[in-house]
């Protein structure tokens, strides 16, 4: 029998996402990849795959998955919400974010609306067997590329896994990273600063924006005071795009372009977000308040040392919980009655 | 980093990226992730783990002496393309704007050879430089929220071929049958940046055969030869 993940519920936009597809932007092809790509590589780390294998991106509303495999190690990192162990016997247990566990053949994961974050990642021991597209699993549903079928995840779909069960040792435990968003997200001015008035680059370092319900892969779209453009206009004849480019058209709000943007783009761009400020980006939701700060090219590039010592040091700050999480359902009930959650059933029983 | 080499629309700034995209490929600096060319400037996305800016700006200085147009070559290409009403949704409206018979807009879009400035926006999808002044037409008012795949469009004196149903605001003239992106090819895209297009006009009749061809992957496009010199 083949190993697999059965998708009941597919959550909102669920997408299998990896660190991306470098070295095809010159043929029209986005990098795509994690919008949390810290989250992701602690997902990876508790179930003990290289930091770059495929993972379920989770945004806002977590799926419900059953097992079709003898047993599957999972971990989610990220955003935190109830994760529901469900067994066919009716038991229940909760498994913790950042914290690896075995699920056996016919439980099923049931995952809630995320707090803390618009996202998280859901890793299993192994990786899912989804063959790579041009070198990545990522999933760029605007060109259905990539990922499963090059779409979101949904109800019915069977994601086979390359693990037909999860090897025996010691489940791993990381203490949660801040996700708490930056004050201020510190961004370098350029490479179309000109294109505005110096009104207009001050509103953008003196205002707080709000994430717009528009927000998606490709772009998070702010709402706020709009950006006064120079007589130079919005139009530019069109160039490269970085992560973090933050176009701003005829309407004078901001787009920041995120994993999924286009390669090229003919809207002046103010300024770009430094790549250490670019996880916290994926973490914010809907409604969520922003504004900038900018630095130099230096600051930017110490911010991105500083981020990756933090992504380096993350597998020693992996603990080993000695016994395992799975099957032994009554440890699990007082795990859960330790940390105040406790199933209505047995509380009732 | 964005090395800008002008702010306009021109072959020879054009010539001069992909000139320089080329010799950075060839000495790719470490830290250097990839380089993309654009109408008037080279992209250069960089580690900034790998490579200070400082360092990557001395190194692209470093190429820059003796760039040269002439270093450059692409290929020669002739995309067949239906003009046909059915499939040329905005031929008679791009008629009646340029004030050309739509048999005129045509031939003129038809016979001017056109370089490829840039892919973006879609994987495959290529930017066509070089048409008429009539065709400096402003993007529609309204885009559409699906142009058929294949479709070659037409705004301000440009070409792009959507490689894909896409949603798109330019002004569509003609359909290829040409499948201009692969996934199981290496490279994916049948066109890049540098080479140059003319378009064969076809019958509906041949489109539909050759489009069926496409479907069962027989249809398959070679350059006619290498690019031939350098419009003024």
């Known amino acids: 029998m083949t190993a697999a993940l059965r998708v009941v519920v597919p959550g909102l936009m669920t997408t299998l996402q990896d660190l991306g597809r470098p070295g095809y932007q010159r043929l029209g092809v986005p990098v795509s990849g994690a919008l949390d790509q810290m989250s992701l590589r602690a997902a990876n780390l508790l179930v003990g795959n290289g930091a770059g294998v495929g993972a379920l991106e989770i945004a806002y509303q977590g799926p419900t998955l059953s097992v079709e495999a003898d047993s599957v190690r999972i971990a989610i990192a990220g955003g935190h919400a109830p994760i529901d162990i469900l067994q066919p016997s009716g038991n229940r247990g909760r498994l913790a974010p950042f914290q690896s566990g075995r699920l056996v053949r016919g439980e099923v994961l049931r995952m809630g609306v995320l707090g803390g974050s618009a996202v998280a990642y859901l890793a299993v021991e192994g990786g899912f067997d989804i063959d790579p597209v041009l070198g990545s699993q990522s999933t760029l549903t605007r060109a259905a590329i990539g990922g499963f079928k090059g779409r979101a995840l949904q109800a019915g779909d069977v994601l086979p896994l390359k693990q037909a069960a999860a090897i025996e040792r010691d489940e791993r435990i990381l203490a949660p990273f801040d996700l708490t968003p930056r004050k201020h997200v510190r961004i370098v001015l350029g490479p179309q600063d000109d294109h505005f008035t110096p009104a207009g680059l001050k509103t953008l370092l003196t205002h707080t924006y709000t994430v717009s319900r528009a927000t998606d892969r490709m772009g998070m ?129 | 980093m964005i090395v800008e080499f002008g702010d306009r629309v021109d072959w020879h700034l054009s010539a001069l990226v992909l000139a320089l995209a080329r010799k950075l490929e060839a000495g790719k600096p470490a830290g250097v992730i990839e380089a993309v060319p654009t109408f008037r400037s080279l992209m250069v996305h960089y580690d900034p783990l790998a490579m200070s800016h400082a360092d ?21 290409w002739r995309i067949p393309a239906c003009y046909d009403a059915s499939l040329g949704l905005d031929l008679a409206d791009v008629a009646r704007r340029t004030g050309l018979s739509s048999a005129q807009v045509v031939e003129r879009h038809s016979q001017t050879s056109q370089l490829v400035y840039m892919m973006g926006f879609l994987p495959g999808l290529p930017y066509l430089g070089g048409l008429p002044g009539e065709f400096a037409l402003p993007r529609r008012e309204n885009p559409r929220v699906k142009v058929p795949f294949g479709s070659v469009a037409v705004a301000m004196s440009m070409s792009v071929i959507y490689p894909q149903e896409s949603p798109g605001g330019w002004h569509i003239l003609a359909r290829t049958p040409v499948p201009l992106w692969h996934m199981r090819k290496s490279p994916p895209a049948l066109l890049a940046a540098g080479d140059q297009v003319t378009f064969e006009p076809l019958s509906l009749r041949e489109y539909e055969r050759m489009l069926t061809k496409a479907a069962a992957s027989e249809l398959c496009l070679t350059p006619e030869g290498p690019t031939q010199g350098h419009r003024a």
């Open chain 2, 56 to 76: 990557l700006q001395r190194a692209i200085a470093a190429l820059l002496p003796g760039l040269e147009v002439a270093s450059f070559a692409g290929r020669r």
């Open chain 1, 221 to 349: 779209r702010l709402e706020g005071p709009p950006l006064e453009h120079s007589s130079k206009g919005y139009d530019i004849v069109s160039d490269g795009i970085a992560l973090g480019s933050i176009q701003v058209p005829g309407n004078g709000l901001p787009i920041i372009l995120l994993a999924d943007r286009q390669t090229t783009g003919g809207y002046a761009k103010i300024a770009t977000v430094v790549s250490a400020d670019i996880p916290t980006l994926g973490r914010l939701a809907p409604g969520a308040s922003i504004a900038f700060e900018a630095v130099g090219i230096e600051v930017a590039e110490a911010a991105a040392r500083r981020l990756a010592r933090d992504v380096a040091t993350m597998a020693s700050r992996v603990a080993s919980v000695r016994r395992p999480l799975d099957i032994d359902w009554k440890r699990l009930m007082a795990e859960n009655l330790v940390s105040g959650v406790v199933s209505a059933r047995e509380s009732e029983g």
